[in-house]
């Protein structure tokens, strides 16, 4: 089976950096896209930013400029690059992907297990 394993979640204060890394592992011939999703405290889970490919993004409106997704296609990781965090950035962050596990098999979406992202003083 497929899985997710993310890191780098933590708290950090208003203004600061914090990096986010997911590798995908098991039976893999495709991450076709990668992402990054999170649920802010009594919403729905949101977008943060996608990637497709090697290179093709994709980003919610109140993230872009600040945060960067890119990916190590080799390795099956994402990562997200968080700069001038606000206190709205405070959520569960989700690892994302879309995979196919046979060259003939259809994709499916797979999550990870979530990471706390905190953002206050």
């Known amino acids: 089976q497929v899985q997710l394993v993310e890191s780098g979640g933590g708290l950090v204060q208003p203004g600061g950096s914090l990096s986010l890394s997911c590798t995908a592992s098991?039976?893999?011939?495709?991450?076709?896209?990668m992402g990054w999703y999170r649920q802010l405290p009594g919403k729905e889970r949101e977008l943060v930013g996608t990637?497709?490919?090697?290179?093709?993004?994709n980003y919610a409106d109140s993230v872009k400029g600040r945060f960067a997704v890119s990916r190590d296609i080799g390795q099956n990781t994402v990562y997200l690059q968080m700069n001038s965090l606000k206190p709205e950035d405070t959520a569960v962050y989700y690892c994302?992907?879309?995979?196919?596990?046979?060259?003939?098999?259809?994709?499916?979406?797979?999550w990870g297990q979530g990471t706390q992202v905190a953002v206050s003083s």
């Open positions: 994302y992907a879309v995979i196919q596990t046979r060259s003939w098999g259809s994709w499916s979406a797979y």
């Open positions: 098991g039976n893999i011939f495709s991450a076709n896209v």
């Open positions: 990637i497709s490919g090697g290179s093709s993004t």
